[in-house]
């Protein structure tokens, strides 16, 4: 994500990581060159790479919530509950992901992708 983009999503987490990071408390008076290179460096956990990426935890943190989940799910596939499809556990990790709302608004009919499709087609021939 360029520069601008982290400054567009959310600014204060900008700030904050900027003055944490490299004690810069007016980025406007960095050249931005230097604040493009040092924006880029900003580590994973940072807050505007976690917003970036969608999720609410550092890596660390992700990747040890998968891990339970896997250990979870294998403990709950050695009991009873799991021949019968009972109980399954739920996963920890996916509650760390941001949850985006989707649009579908653009979707199409199947009659409108039918249409579509065959103005293509001809069109190719």
């Known amino acids: 994500m360029t520069l601008a983009g982290m400054i567009i999503l959310d600014e204060e987490a900008f700030i904050c990581d900027m003055a944490e990071t490299y004690q810069i ?3 406007r008076s960095v ?12 580590r994973e956990d940072s807050r505007i790479k976690t917003k970036i990426n969608g999720v609410k935890a ?3 943190t992700l990747l040890l919530a998968e891990v ?3 250990v979870r ?7 009873t509950d799991a021949e019968k499809g009972l109980h399954r556990p739920k996963s920890v990790a996916s ?12 979707d199409l009919t ?4 039918n249409r579509i499709r065959n103005k293509i087609l001809k069109r190719n021939k």
């Open 68 to 70: 339970l989940d896997c």
């Open 25 to 27: 408390y007016d980025y």
């Open 95 to 106: 509650k760390l992901y941001v949850q985006k709302e989707v649009d579908h608004s653009h």
């Open 110 to 113: 199947p009659e409108e992708y």
């Open 58 to 60: 550092g890596p660390d």
């Open 73 to 79: 799910f294998l403990v709950w596939a050695k009991t």
């Open 31 to 42: 050249p931005c060159k230097l604040l493009g290179t040092l924006a880029a460096g900003l």
